[in-house]
C-alpha cells in the first residue's frame, strides 16, 4: 500500500528551464512533507520541508507547494541546473505521531538537467 | 564537523547467515534511524534509536535488531538473511527525539547481497 506516490519514474528538463516534480499522498493524517535529494552513492541529503499549516515554502531556488484538498505537493526548481541531476524523493509524516508515524518515502523520480 | 559513516560499503552473504551493519552519526545526534532501500524503492523505516532505546519500529520482522551506545554509534542486525534482504540499507541521524521533521543526516549507506 502506496501511502507517498511518485508516478514520473523520471523527468529529463533542459539547463535553465523550470522542473516541477510531483508527489501525491493517500493518507490524511500526514501533516509535514518533505523532500531529499540523492546522488549516486551518496545518501539522501535533504532539501526543504513543508507543514500543512502553509501552502507554500521557498527555499532559494527550490519551492515546494502543497494542495492539501488534493492531497499533492510539487518541488519547483527554478532555474533548473546540470547539478540539479539526481534522484529526489518525497517523504511525509505526521508532525505530533511521535514514533507511530514513521517517514514514508515515494519511490523517487529521478531528475535529469542537460547543459 | 564530521558526516555520518557506515561500514562496511558492500557486503556479500549467504542465506541464513547473520549481519552486522555499522554507523557513526553525527556528534551530539541523539537519534539515529535505520531504513532499507531495495532496489527501485524509496528507503523503508526499520527503526529508531533515542538516546540508546529502540524509538519506534516499521513493519519488519524481530530479526531486524538494532543497538545504539553513548558514543554515537549504532548497529543494525539481521539475522537468518533471505534473498529479500538484499537492499541498500541506510542510517540517518538528527539531533531530537521526533527525528522524522528534525533535520536527518543520511549515511551513504552499506550495499548487501544475500545469495
Known amino acids: 500500500d502506496q501511502q507517498v506516490k511518485q508516478n514520473s519514474p523520471s523527468l529529463s528538463v533542459q539547463e535553465g528551464r523550470i522542473s516541477i516534480l510531483n508527489c501525491d499522498y493517500t493518507?490524511?493524517?500526514?501533516?509535514?512533507f518533505l523532500w531529499y535529494k540523492k546522488y549516486p552513492a551518496e545518501g539522501p541529503t535533504f532539501l526543504i520541508s513543508?507543514?500543512?499549516?502553509?501552502d507554500k515554502n521557498e527555499d532559494g531556488r527550490f519551492t515546494v507547494f502543497l494542495n492539501k484538498s488534493a492531497k499533492h505537493l510539487s518541488l519547483h526548481i527554478v532555474p533548473s541546473q546540470p547539478g540539479d541531476s539526481a534522484v529526489y524523493f518525497c517523504?511525509?509524516?505526521?508532525?505530533?505521531?511521535?514514533?507511530?508515524?514513521?517517514?514514508?518515502f515515494g519511490k523517487g523520480t529521478l531528475l535529469t538537467v542537460n547543459p | 564537523e564530521t558526516g555520518v559513516t557506515q561500514s562496511p560499503t558492500h557486503l556479500i552473504k549467504t542465506r541464513g547467515q547473520q549481519v552486522t551493519l555499522r554507523c557513526s552519526s553525527q556528534?551530539?545526534?541523539?537519534?539515529v534511524s535505520w531504513y532499507q532501500q531495495a532496489l527501485g524503492q524509496g528507503p523503508q523505516f526499520i527503526f529508531q534509536y533515542y538516546r540508546e532505546e529502540e524509538n519506534g519500529r516499521g513493519n519488519f520482522p524481530p530479526r531486524f535488531s538494532g543497538l545504539q551506545f553513548p558514543n554515537y554509534s549504532s548497529e543494525l542486525n539481521v539475522n537468518a538473511l533471505e534473498l529479500d534482504d538484499s537492499a541498500l540499507y541506510l542510517c540517518a541521524s538528527s539531533l531530537g527525539r521526533d527525528a522524522f521533521t528534525d533535520t536527518q543526516y543520511f549515511g551513504p549507506g552499506t550495499r548487501l547481497t544475500v545469495l
Open positions: 513543508i507543514s500543512s499549516i502553509k
Open positions: 556528534s551530539g545526534h541523539n537519534t
Open positions: 517523504a511525509a509524516t505526521r508532525s505530533s505521531g511521535g514514533s507511530n508515524y514513521k517517514l514514508t
Open positions: 493518507n490524511s493524517m500526514f501533516d509535514y
